[in-house]
């Protein structure tokens, strides 16, 4: 038990996850590393955003057992902001608060701190993560997309939590914000220790930050390890992802 | 380790050694800003800072930047301060927080108090002259789009004013009968507890009759229906302007005000007569029943009264008012609801906006046609 605690920051065990007739996760494992940044590949509607639902306690589970550093997950869980920021796919930014104030709401909610201190916290992961002290001022609504994921992802870093879950982190980036915001987490991710759990699509990540990817098909992790293994891999699903025409396209540039 | 942060200043001379201890952690966080505090007066007074990182078992960036906020306390009056012992996997985080805070935008100036309250009529002045010029604007386009229905009367969305009717028309009525017929009894029963003092119990069916089909009856309804359905028609248009639906409609060459705001509007305008006179009926049969259990006046009796009080003028005042306040509450409610911009905020906003304005305007409108009515002598 001690030693798994050291080395794996999520372990997932025989996950059963369903609606109504239909099973999504079918006795699903999966462990993620800690200090690792894994991405999780798989069809769209296939349960990758299910299982990352499932394991932060968004969505009940029908079976199996989520264990989350160490500690297992059952219900709602306390104080779930300090071991887990989340980003989500659109943000989930409070539309009625700036900037600002989105920032420091885990730290409000959390801690008892000043508030010259939360401003300067506040500023500091907004500096963290590439934008201006100017910004904190501003609405969610008057931000691009790319710097509403990034105030999205200083707010789940507000409180320095060790694990990060990114649900499509690039998604609806242009490739050169796509590849800023890849380089940031990487930073981020070396600077803070995190461990680094990503739904994402986007094979420039996979390759660029990911240490290890998993592919998620028929409800069961398929295949699992650095991306030069999935690669390899025999399983149909996962040739079928890397081996079509588009991701033949972009290894071939990559490479 | 220390379970607990702690921070020892050992002073030698004119220089300061800072060694923090234990967890710098945000969980912490209210022991670190005391600890970083008292030691503000010595940091303020020696010539050297040093700050000895080696004791330090956790940190995280709320922990680091309080250090590094002491060491510019230090360094910002020219004294050195410096950082020892940083462990490794610290350093990565030392080096980002040193980056950070730099450069503070100065702080708005703080507005004149007066100009502000000056600003804010002003604002409001010409909004409400922009209040009346999207009104009318939706009224034009209306009728705009009324006259191309009547053109090429095939154009006419028929499915969705048949839905927009049953869902404001026929979904409606149970709420709109229960609601009136209480207040027709109401209004009955307070008659005839007040007349009975001096003996005019029976101008209560008087009462009842004049004041549901006149004003009552429609004024109610029109209300209820501004906060139902007009309500619904601003979410609901607005939510469709929020995902871009408006613009799309839009981009395949038909035009909105055609295929949305017509049939919903035009919907009102059927409806709400039907409503008003269906609300009228419960209200009497409401009166009619306090009449009788209340009152100990005969069924027979109360409709006899209330036919010798009441005349179809009566009526015609009521009903004929429905139409022009179910416009006024349609155009109000999609006018708001294609104002609305991107946020969920905005499109609550405009909602209450919508039922607020549109009950002003139908009480205001009832208003007018009592003055109408009262110089034309129905």
């Known amino acids: 038990m001690g030693e798994s605690q050291e080395q794996f920051a999520i372990r997932v065990r025989d996950l059963v996850v369903g609606f109504g007739r239909q099973t999504v996760l079918d006795h699903l494992s999966l462990d993620v590393r800690r200090g690792e940044i894994l991405g999780l590949v798989g069809a769209s509607g296939g349960g990758k955003s299910v299982l990352m639902r499932t394991i932060i306690g968004l969505i009940p589970r029908q079976g199996g057992t989520i264990e989350v550093t160490g500690r297992p997950i059952g219900g709602r869980t306390e104080g779930a902001a300090t071991t887990w920021g989340i980003l989500f796919q659109q943000g989930a930014l409070f539309s009625s608060l700036t900037v600002r104030q989105n920032i420091q709401f885990p730290l409000r909610e959390n801690l008892v701190l000043s508030q010259e201190l939360m401003d300067e916290i506040a500023i500091a992961k907004l500096e963290m993560v590439g934008l201006r002290a100017q910004d904190a001022d501003k609405y969610p609504a008057e931000l691009s997309g790319g710097m509403t994921k990034r105030v ?58 990911c240490d290890r990817v998993a592919a998620l098909a028929d409800g069961k992790i398929v295949a699992i390890g650095p991306m030069r293994e999935l690669l390899q891999s025999e399983h149909p699903w996962v040739r079928a992802y890397f081996h079509g025409k588009r991701s033949q396209m972009l290894q071939h540039e990559m490479r | ?147 191309g229905v009547l053109r090429r009367p095939r154009s006419l969305r028929l499915t969705s004013l048949i839905y927009q009717l049953y869902r404001i028309g026929w979904q409606a009525i149970p709420i709109v009968v229960l609601i009136t017929f209480l207040i027709g009894a109401i209004i009955a029963q307070q008659g005839f507890f007040h007349f009975r003092r001096f003996g005019a119990e029976s101008y209560t069916v008087d009462m009842v009759g004049i004041l549901v089909l006149r004003e009552l009856g429609v004024l109610i309804v029109a209300i209820m229906v501004a906060g139902r359905s007009g309500s619904a028609y601003t979410a609901e248009l607005g939510s ?79 009903i004929l008012k429905a139409p022009f306040m179910a416009l006024v509450i349609g155009v109000v409610a999609c006018s708001e609801g294609l104002r609305v911009k991107g946020s969920a905020e905005s499109l609550g906003r405009q909602t209450t906006t919508s039922v607020v304005k549109s009950i002003f305007l139908v009480i205001v409108l009832d208003g007018l046609f009592a003055i109408f009515f009262a110089s034309i002598g129905m």
């Not at chain 2, 490794?88 to 702080?107: A, I, K, W």
């Not at chain 2, 100990?296 to 005042?317: K, N, W």
């Open chain 2, 1 to 147: 380790m220390n379970s607990e942060p702690l921070l020892l200043a050992t002073p030698s001379g004119e220089e300061l050694k800072l060694c923090p201890e234990g967890p710098w952690i945000a969980a912490n966080v209210s022991m670190l800003e005391t600890l970083s505090r008292s030691v503000g007066a010595d940091v303020d007074q020696s010539r050297a800072v040093t700050l000895d990182m080696s004791g330090v078992s956790a940190l995280d960036t709320l922990g680091a930047w309080v250090l590094e906020k002491l060491s510019r306390r230090a360094s910002s009056s020219g004294r050195s301060a410096e950082f020892i012992g940083v462990a490794d996997h610290f350093s990565g985080l030392m080096d980002e927080v040193r980056q950070v805070n730099r450069h503070t935008p100065p702080p708005a100036p703080a507005p004149n108090p007066v100009l502000l309250r000056l600003n804010d009529l002003g604002k409001s002045t010409v909004g409400a002259r922009e209040d009346i010029t999207i009104f009318l604007q939706m009224l034009g386009a209306l009728f705009m789009a009324l006259i």
């Open chain 1, 152 to 209: 999205a992802l200083a707010r789940a870093l507000a409180l320095d939590p060790p694990i990060l879950f990114l649900d499509e982190p690039t998604s609806g980036l242009d490739p050169i914000a796509a590849g800023d915001f890849d380089a940031l987490i990487g930073t981020l991710q070396k600077t803070l220790g995190l461990t680094v759990f990503m739904v994402t699509h986007d094979l420039a990540s996979l390759t660029t930050v």
């Open chain 2, 240 to 318: 469709m302007k929020m995902r871009e639906e408006v613009d799309a409609l839009s981009t395949m060459g038909l035009d909105p005000v055609h295929v949305l705001i017509l049939p919903r509007v035009a919907a009102l305008v059927i409806a709400l007569p039907i409503l008003a006179f269906i609300g009228s009926i419960a209200a009497l049969y409401g009166g009619g029943l306090v009449a009788q259990f209340y009152g100990g006046m005969a069924p027979a009796i109360y409709i006899a009264r209330l036919h010798e009080a009441i005349s179809v003028t009566h009526f015609e005042v009521g």
